[in-house]
């Protein structure tokens, strides 16, 4: 406290009084302390300063499952996650006359000071959110963020530890199927060092240990670390359903809170908050001051700073493209089309239509061999995208797995599913494992939301009474034997790998550049002038002409891969070359298809 | 208190006088006697007729009710009282609740903010729990052995209007200490319960999850609503402090407390249209163009295929349905179904039908058993009892079941659709349960050819394979094909191309929310514009070309309250122009099919395909917003119809032409109508190979003409099936200029059978 009356990280609640009592200042009577009601007092810009004008935002310590227990309450903290759950608002005196100055209740969950019970106050509002780390985030988003010196602990490997331990929360059982599966396949030797299982594995008995510990004050399981965040002041429409965000601001601890939620009179047994289902000892409240939606680009660590110059865009698609055909056994043009499926996303819906999806299906997969390029594949995706899942397709997994999320009524909370997902993730399905066998009326649910999702991006959510469709962007891709008649993907393609050759594990520095480039195509606006525009319709047509059996569908997958074939070049309109490029590979499709 | 007590009085003096007005016609009178007589309890109060006797009444009333409720509500046990005396027992009082419109206090669960707290609203929302019915005491009485006295004790909470909430605390001694004993016997209680409502999922913004709200429910009102039901409750939002006492965390709770719940059927989730909306419904439909427009309207992403998009449009006004005194029922629902090659946007069609008509429910031919369309018992596996299941037609009457892939299903499922599909009910008779459900909808469907692509060689009923029993049950049937024409080509490609240039435009991570789905239903103004924006980009350059003036688009907000307005306000009659008309189409349709070799058409031309032109014509009227069927609307249902038996694309030009040469081929027909089939183009489907005049030399087609068209409109207008031939004599002989005798109807006849249109046995014709 040395120059400031307050300290942001370690005391934020000083710094919103102190705001709050200057605002107030200008005037003491009752009408400047109603023209605060859902506005910013100043508060908020000064963290905002502190945060980004004076480089703080290193200085603030990120709450995960880990670092919790050191925390100290009434903090400044940061949290990165996913909105799961929106419990609505809340209403809390804002703002109340204690004697003859006016106190705030905003930030906090507890009043500074006992609210006399008969004062001037005012009504305030807040949201709710229940926020989740982002399902199926891979471990690399972990180690890129800026790792924060803590004060209150010096124990460096503690924390990383209990890093690695959410990136082990991140993989679910079946991945972990999948990890047996691998290790007891040759490859087990090549991989020890760097591979991700293997330090995970390794990992496993370690985190037992810590956890052990943890449990004490927070007996949840690994995967159900959630955030209750408290925000103020937001335009409805500035966080969705299944955004991923930052949000920086105070966690608040109370330890009265939590007893009084245990000793509940049960006058309005049915009109339970749905907070207290959220205890603060388990859930940590997280009152936000400045909160910010993450692109893909947040999670990239800061220091490749690439300019998105042709040369170097076409370099590292380059060798981006020379490992992934290695990793297809040689199958370069397999490698293409994973490429271009890679750099898809959702681009715009037009009402029903879902423009910019491009899923893939590499069939001609049977059991070993989805075992070894399937999981070299994942591992690779896993490396690439910030999010990402797989899920082996299995009779017994579609008639068991919760995949739809559902609303529970009578707890009015949102129950998760797998297809809970954030934007942007890539999901693989592997069908080789899905035999012969009877579906049960949830496995033929299942089916057709995954088919829905496949074919317009949208995931039913069940509200028991109706559902509602929330619109997705998630990037598909299917292994199979033969062509997938359960998802229909946008394109088929039959894997023919030439060889199988051990793939040498990419340098960090290749990933990071492979991850840049991604994530810079993939937010790259284009834009096509008119004549390009005049020039693609003669294309179409020409093409029609050629061959009568193409379909409306067909141009369209021409033309996004065309589309995608100049991104992919950091080019922002599609070129005759590359549409006749795109209108090869799809000939090579063709041709392999029969 | 006493300051307040004042306040009351004076309300409810204001409060009486509105009584003694009482709208001018002794409406509230009324109001009272019918509740004394229906032992009821509670009075509904039309806030516009509060609204009427005093401006500043009905506003105050809706911001402060508190003050209100209670002067109000004794005023009515006051005026009740005069009425009848003995209604009224000591100590009950009659309730107020409201109704009417509330302006900007009707609110969704999401608007209620903080701002309308303490005041009155008018929520809707989907009831998705409720809690179990508890009494809960008002009035406790007690007696004291040792005094002999009985003291009691009053308890108020949240939910009462007078008078600050008491505590629970339940007495157990006196002052003295003496110990007390509870009266239950003459305690009060009232019946409580708690609600959650949430809000309906048309209303919920983009990405946002919906909001609920809990309510209080209490005395008469409880239970009067079951999870599930859609509701529209009226009461005041009231916050209470949070559990934990409101001094520590000053956190609050809110609730609603209900005077007034109205639940809402199906229907109430249609939408709400302003006179605004209703002068530009009847603007567009006094347009020249308005099939066109609409038809352009639909799923304006997927290129073309306009015929079937104005089909669907019909299809979701449906004709006018018909029950008769003998108990039958004629639906006047329209089916269709849409066969071709995969990858044509059927599945995208259906989806675009599911977005507009007001109740659409999708299932797919393989997906669901017969089952799963109709209905079934099945009996639960741990009690053995035996439950009625409905399906999807069942659920969706009144609306529209969308079934893809039509063709995928087997032929027990299809059997037991043939019911549904022309009776509309769905019987029942299995395991001791005999029932009959009503199962009125439009069956749109889309299958695949048989042989996976369809082939062109063949006829197109080879192409369909489904019985010829199923097929007819669908009044328009379309094939829908890759287009062959360099201009289709080209504007498809323009279609795909700008499609895509204009998301790409848009760029940003947000893009995909903002798809047109989304942005309709943000705006929550009434007045909404009702054409879509013209897009440069996005619609090309459509309106140089000059070919069309494509550019219009309704919004699909818009286009559901024409839907809507249309279908249910709209009861078009037949004009007698009309049926004539009818009857002629329809005679010249079957001599058509009769005479083209390899039953060109998709559908057999049957009495159905009358029943048929019949709908189309009644839906087109709709459409125009007209209650009368005319000789116009006749016409545009039959292009309709034409397209999908004769699956032709008609170009602009080709429509024209061809309706050149139908203006040509009227003249001819005049002449020659034996030859006007090969006046027209439509080679495939109604070539005329042999004349049949060879026959019948010695009755005049035109005479065979008159007779059938007599026939025709007799039939129709009476809707018979059978007839004697006598009695067609008779028939034909009174309407015609001149006569027949028995033995050209006779002829006429057996050629009518020949051509597989009737069926004559034991002088009784059918007709088939």
Sequence with gaps: MVGLPYDCVANPHGAVRLTFEKAVAASQDADSVAALCGKDWGAVDLFRMFLFEEDGLSKVPILNKSSLPWIKPNTLVRFRG????????????????????????????????????????????????????????????????????????????????????MRDASHDAMELNVLDEMDSSCSKKQREDEHIFQSCQSLVGEAVLQGGMLENRNNLGESSFSCLVKAYDLPESHLKLNDVFEFIGIYTFDPEL?????????????????????????????????????????????????????????????????????????????????????????????????????????????????SVFGNQLNDIIMELFPFSKV??????????????????????????????????????????????????????????????????????????????????????????????????????????????????????????????????????????????QQMLEDEIVAAMREDRSLGYKDLERVLIMAQLLSASLGERSVSLEQWQKAKELEKLRKERLR | MEVNEDVMAANKRAFLNFLDEDVGKGFYMKAIRDMVQNKRCRLILGMDDIRSYSLDLARRLIRNPGDFIQPISDALTEVTRNVDPKYLKEGERVLAGFSGPFGFHKVTPRDLMSSFIGSMVCVEGIVTKCSLVRPKVVKSV??????????????????????????????TRDENGNLLVTEYGLCEYKDHQTLSMQEVPENSAPGQLPRTVDVIIEDDLVDSCKPGDRVSIVGIYKALPGKSKGSLNGVFRTVLIANNVSLLNKEANAPIYSLEDLKRMKEIAKRNDTFDLLGNSVAPSIYGHLWIKKAVILLMLGGVEKNLKNGTHLRGDINMMMVGDPSVAKSQ????????????????????????LTAAVTSD??????????????????????????????????????????????????????????????????????????????????????PDSLLSRFDLLFIVLDQMDPEIDRQIAEHVSHMHRYCTDDGGIGAFEKGARYTEEDDGDVNAPIFVKYDRVLHGHEKKRGKRQKNERLTIKFLKKYVHYAKNRIQPKLTDEAADHIATLYAELRDASASAKSGGGTLP??????????????????????????????????????????????????????????????????HDPGHDADMDGR?????????????????????????????????????????????????????????YTRRQVESILERMQDANRIMIRDGILRII
């Design chain 2, 381 to 466: 596996q741990e009690t053995g009892e035996k439950r009625l299941e409905a399906g999807a037609m069942v659920l969706a009457d009144r609306g529209v079941v969308c079934i893809d892939e039509f063709d995928k299903m087997n032929d027990q499922d299809r059997v037991s659709i043939h019911e549904v599909m022309e009776q509309q009910t769905v019987t029942i008779a299995k395991a001791g349960i005999h029932a009959s459900l009503n199962a009125r909808c439009s069956v749109i469907a889309a299958a695949n050819p048989i042989y996976g692509t369809y082939d062109r060689s063949l006829t197109p009923t080879k192409n369909i394979g489904l």
């Design chain 1, 391 to 532: 899920i082996p397709l299995s009779v017994e997994y579609l008639n068991n797995a919760v995949l739809q999320p559902r609303k529970d009524n009578q707890s009015g909370r949102l129950v998760t599913g797998v297809l809970q997902l954030a934007e942007g993730t890539h999901l693989t399905i592997d069908e080789t494992h899905l035999q012969a066998g009877v579906l049960n009326s949830v496995g033929v649910e299942n089916a057709r939301l995954l088919k829905n999702l496949m074919e317009w991006q949208t995931v039913q959510y069940d509200f028991e009474y109706y559902k509602i469709e929330m619109a997705a962007d998630i990037q598909m891709l299917i292994f199979s034997e033969g062509k997938s008649n359960i998802l229909p993907a946008d394109m088929i393609l039959p894997f023919r790998p030439e060889s199988f050759v051990r793939v040498k594990k990419a340098s960090t520095e290749e990933l990071q550049a492979w991850r840049w480039y991604l994530a810079t195509v993939k937010s790259l606006h284009y834009s096509n002038g008119p004549q390009v």
């Design chain 2, 683 to 739: 080679t495939d489907a109604m070539e005329v190979d042999e004349v049949p005049e060879v026959e019948t030399d010695e009755i005049s087609p035109e005479r065979i003409e008159a007779f059938e068209t007599i026939l025709g409109q007799h039939v129709l207008a009476n809707h018979l099936d059978q007839i004697s031939i006598s009695e067609v004599e008779r028939l034909v002989n009174r309407e015609a200029p001149a006569p």
């Design chain 2, 605 to 670: 031309i049957t009495a159905r395909t009358l029943e048929t032109i019949i709908r189309l014509s009644t839906a087109h009227a709709k459409l125009k917003l007209r209650n009368e069927v005319l000789k116009g609307d006749v016409e545009a249902a039959l292009m309709v119809l034409n397209f999908a038996i004769y699956h032709k694309e008609l170009t602009d030009m080709e429509e024209r032409e061809q309706r050149e040469r139908e203006m040509e081929m009227k003249q001819k027909a005049d």
């Design chain 1, 82 to 165: 996913m909105v799961q759950d929106m419990l609505g608002n809340e209403l809390y005196i804002g703002a109340f006359k204690d004697g003859s100055t006016w106190r705030t209740n905003k930030f906090t969950d507890v009043a500074c000071r006992p609210i006399p019970s008969s004062c001037q106050s005012f009504l305030w509002e807040r949201r709710l959110f229940v926020c989740v780390p982002v399902p199926g985030q891979n471990s690399w988003i972990l180690d890129a963020a800026p790792q924060v010196v803590l004060n209150s602990y010096d124990k460096d490997d503690a924390s990383q530890h209990g890093e690695k331990r």
């Design chain 2, 349 to 372: 069609l259906l989806r675009a039908v599911m977005n507009i008509a007001p109740l659409a429910i999708s299932t797919t031919g393989r997906g669901s058993s017969g089952v799963g």
């Design chain 1, 258 to 370: 939590v007893h009084m939620s245990s000793t509940d009179d049960s006058s309005f047994d049915l009109m339970e908050d749905v907070s207290n289902q959220l205890p603060p000892n388990k859930v940590p409240r997280l009152h936000c001051l400045v909160s910010r939606k993450l692109a893909v680009q947040d999670f990239l660590s800061g220091s490749l700073a690439l300019q998105p110059l042709p040369n170097v865009m076409s370099d590292i698609r380059e060798s981006l493209l020379v490992h992934l055909s290695a990793l297809l056994g040689n199958d370069t043009v397999a490698a293409q089309f994973l490429l271009l499926h890679l750099l898809s996303r959702v681009r715009h819906t037009m009402d029903v239509i879902a423009v910019g999806k491009l899923s893939l299906n590499l069939t001609g997969f049977n059991r070993e061999s989805a």
């Design chain 2, 142 to 171: 007690h007696y004291c052995p040792t005094t002999s006295l009985f003291t009691s004790r009053e308890y108020r909470d949240i939910t009462s209007m007078t008078g600050l909430p008491t505590g629970s605390v339940y007495p």
